[in-house]
């Protein structure tokens, strides 16, 4: 691109582009991020710069040896719904920057703002026995339909029946990836991904073209537990990376939820070591809906406050209609007209609004978390 024709969003991208490249340590390339007001300027800084900040000389000599990036890189954002959140950049999710070594940056295909949708973590073994994956689909299921979003990671077995029942429930899903944000791992799971990336959001910290390494999953599993506020572990034998997910959402501060099993089932043990070592013993979906309800509260409130939207009826600006939640944006007024004082179900709504089925599910539980929606069995109705 010529220079007269960059802007300082491109050339902030392509310096982003240039410190996930050089590669090591993140935490001296967050601090240096940090101490700068962009990546831009956080590369015109200077060696001087980037060794105050903790960068090492290979990573100092990766910065100084590539002036571009990575072109495979380039060509993947440059075509639609593929997203790119920086360390530095403020819609980069509330909730993973309080983990243990946060992401430097995040590749997301679909829709970034489900980064900050309140969700559940729903893991397990690759291996499940028959009723864990349909607990997986029971509980993701409900969980979908009550308005959070199930987080997982797009393995086999328990990973993959969370994802796809929350689709089918026509809920919001995110999948986070131990390899390149291209490269679907397992090959297996090639067409759930791309319904995720379509009717959610695909996560990885990784470029394009990465492999799917060994020592990229337990990292992985630290950005599942970081997005979700709390960790649901369905089936796990007594050495998985379920329990690494469960073991860094608990050093995150955040609830874990086990699903217990029978004592003959291999796959049950790592549950009813986690129940022995605190977990929450956990039997159906709304007791772990009840339990994250206030934390998804805040984070909602976290969300309109990004937003810049009122968080209540008596913030609401003044030009604004008194009965309407959200309304400056046309999406929730339509909404609100939609919604009667009878309960009306999913199907009825996106009739009503023309909108889909998870942009509704992310709406009605703001709605439902400030106190204009009440939700029963699936249906919605006016709070009275």
Not at 21 to 38: D, F, I, K
Not at 48 to 57: I, Y
Not at 81 to 107: K, S
Not at 299 to 327: I, M, V
């Amino acid at each position: 691109m010529p220079a007269s024709a960059s802007t300082p969003a491109t050339d902030d991208r392509d310096a982003l582009l240039r410190l996930i490249a050089a590669g090591g340590p993140a935490a001296p390339r967050r601090t240096l991020l940090e101490a700068h007001r962009s990546p831009r300027a956080a590369l015109d800084a200077g060696t001087r710069a980037w060794r105050t900040a903790g960068l090492d000389d290979k990573q100092v000599r990766a910065l100084e040896a590539s002036p571009s990036g990575d072109a495979r890189a380039h060509d993947w954002l440059a075509q639609p719904g593929q997203h790119l959140l920086g360390w530095h950049d403020p819609d980069y999710p509330p909730l993973l920057r309080a983990v243990q070594n946060p992401p430097l940056a995040l590749f997301v295909a679909g829709d970034p703002a489900l980064l900050w949708h309140p969700a559940v973590a729903v893991v397990g073994s690759r291996s499940p026995s028959a009723g864990g994956r349909d607990n997986a689909r029971d509980f993701a299921r409900a969980i979908a339909e009550s308005g959070l979003a199930v987080t997982s990671g797009l393995a086999l077995g328990i990973d993959a029946a969370a994802h796809a029942a929350a689709l089918a429930a026509g809920g919001l899903t995110v999948a986070v990836l131990g390899s390149g944000i291209d490269q679907p791992y397992p090959r297996s799971n090639a067409a759930l991904q791309a319904r995720i990336a379509e009717a959610g959001a695909v996560v990885s910290e990784h470029p394009p073209g990465t492999g799917a390494l060994r020592e990229h999953f337990p990292a992985r599993n630290r950005i599942i537990a970081g997005l979700a506020l709390g960790t649901l572990v369905i089936e796990a034998a007594q050495r998985s990376g379920a329990l690494i997910t469960a073991r860094q959402a608990s050093e995150a501060g955040r609830d874990v939820f086990a699903v217990p099993g029978s004592i003959h089932n291999p796959m049950a043990r790592g549950c009813h070591r986690l129940i022995r070592d605190g977990a929450a013993l956990v039997e159906r979906a709304d007791e772990v809906i009840a339990a994250l309800a206030p934390l998804a509260a805040e984070l909602g409130q976290a969300l309109h406050r990004r937003l810049d939207a009122p968080n209540s009826p008596s913030e609401a600006p003044s030009g604004a209609l008194p009965d309407t939640p959200g309304s400056g944006d046309p999406d929730y007024h339509r909404l609100w007209l939609a919604l009667g004082h009878d309960p009306t179900g999913m199907d009825r709504l996106v009739e009503r609004t023309g909108l889909t089925t998870a942009q509704l599910s992310s709406m009605l539980l703001l709605m439902e978390l400030e106190g204009w929606v009440v939700a029963e069995h699936g249906r919605y109705s006016r709070k009275s």
